[in-house]
Structure formats: C-alpha cells, structure tokens
T-cell receptor
Framework: ETGVTQSPTHLIKTRGQQVTLRCSSQ?????VSWYQQALGQGPQFIFQ???????GRGNFPPRFSGLQFPNYSSELNVNALELDDSALYLC?????????????FGPGTRLTVL | AQTVTQSQPEMSVQEAETVTLSCTYD???????LFWYKQPPSRQMILVIR??????QNATENRFSVNFQKAAKSFSLKISDSQLGDAAMYFC???????FGTGTRLQVTL
C-alpha cells in the first residue's frame, strides 16, 4: 500500500509568480485536504476535496485554488505569490469526510517565496 | 469557530520518565473528534492517538494515553516510559475541520 506522496519536496519562487503543488492520495482514499504550516506554527486548513468537488474551505483568499482528479490525486495552485506564502504545504488523504476518518499526511512541500 | 490551545511551547522529559502535554479546545458541537499528532524533524505528521467525544473512556495506545475531560474541554496527552524517538513537535487537533493547536516541542534527554 503506497502512502501519501507530494511533489516537489522543495520549491523556490519569486513574489508574483504562480505555483502548483501535487499530491497523490493513499490507495482507496477519496478525500484530500490541504494545509499550510508556517514556521513554528500548527497547520492551517486551506480546503478539502471529496470526489473531485471542493468540500470545505478555510480562511484563505481565492488565489489559493485546487483540483482533484478522477484518481483522487490533487493539486494546489497559488497565484500571485506573496512573501507570507512561504511555508510547508501538507496534503492529507482520508477514506471519507466523516470525523472518524483518519487523515494520512504526506511529507509536505517546502515553498520559499523570495 | 473552533479553537485549539496548547499553552506549553516546549517540554522536556528524561528518558523512561512520564510527561503530560496539555490541550484545551473550544466548541459548541456535541459530536467531534480529538487527535494528537506527532511531527518529527522529517516533517511527516503521524497520528498518535484519537478520542471520540461521545466516548467517556480515555483512549490508550501502548505508551500513549489521554485524559479527556469533556466538560472542561481539556484533552491532555500522557507519554509513559519516554524514549529518545518521542522527541518531536506534538499537535493537538479537533475535527470536524481539523483545527490544530500551535504545538508543543518535546525534548527527551538522557
């Protein structure tokens, strides 16, 4: 059974650019959630996708957008990058959206915005 | 909105000793789940233990146990027989929505 994978591991961008981060969910999981973790902080919920539809969103501006594909992998897109977007971006997959459905996290993508 | 508070930025414990990490939360929901996650320097978030709010019995997983006080909205993690591999950031989290606290860095000394 393959766990949650994320690519790339590290990324450096400049302010104003756009970035796409990718996540492959664990086999059998139809739900993917994305989190932003600033240095020294806990993860902040960005949004969740369930069966290719956005199923919940945190307090992030519209320039944070996502997709989920038929194989349940997912992308996080961030437009017009700002310095404060520098963070670790975590993806988590789960077998559903119920509270008891455990979320399995990937290793994260470290984004640096210069 | 739900909030999760971890008031201990750092804790230290000697190997083989016991340590308790604190967490409080605020919610108006009656049905929810609470979690403790461990994040080692490798960055991968690992589930340590979870508690269903409707269950009065405290969850245990080997050396890890919780003290869940629903009325007080408190959810502490006890680590017994601490090991060097337990050193990590520990996050308390609330679901639905998966709201995380700010974390407690646990150091384990010889």
């Amino acid at each position: 059974e393959t766990g949650v994978t994320q690519s790339p591991t590290h990324l450096i961008k400049t302010r104003g650019q756009q970035v796409t981060l990718r996540c492959s969910s664990q086999s059998g999981h139809n739900t993917v959630s994305w989190y932003q973790q600033a240095l020294g902080q806990g993860p902040q919920f960005i949004f969740q996708y369930y069966r290719e539809e956005e199923n919940g969103r945190g307090n992030f501006p519209p320039r944070f957008s996502g997709l989920q594909f038929p194989n349940y992998s997912s992308e996080l897109n961030v437009n017009a990058l700002e310095l404060d977007d520098s963070a670790l971006y975590l993806c988590a997959s789960s077998p559903g959206t119920r509270g008891r459905d455990e979320q399995f996290f990937g290793p994260g993508t470290r984004l640096t915005v210069l | 909105a739900q909030t999760v508070t971890q008031s201990q930025p750092e804790m230290s414990v000697q190997e083989a000793e016991t340590v308790t990490l604190s967490c409080t939360y605020d919610t108006s929901e009656s049905d929810y789940y609470l979690f403790w996650y461990k994040q080692p320097p490798s960055r991968q978030m690992i589930l340590v233990i979870r508690q269903e709010a409707y269950k009065q019995q405290n969850a245990t997983e080997n050396r890890f146990s919780v003290n869940f006080q629903k009325a007080a909205k408190s959810f502490s993690l006890k680590i017994s027989d601490s090991q060097l591999g337990d050193a990590a950031m520990y996050f308390c989290a609330y679901r639905p929505g998966l709201t995380f606290g700010t974390g407690t860095r646990l150091q384990v000394t010889l």
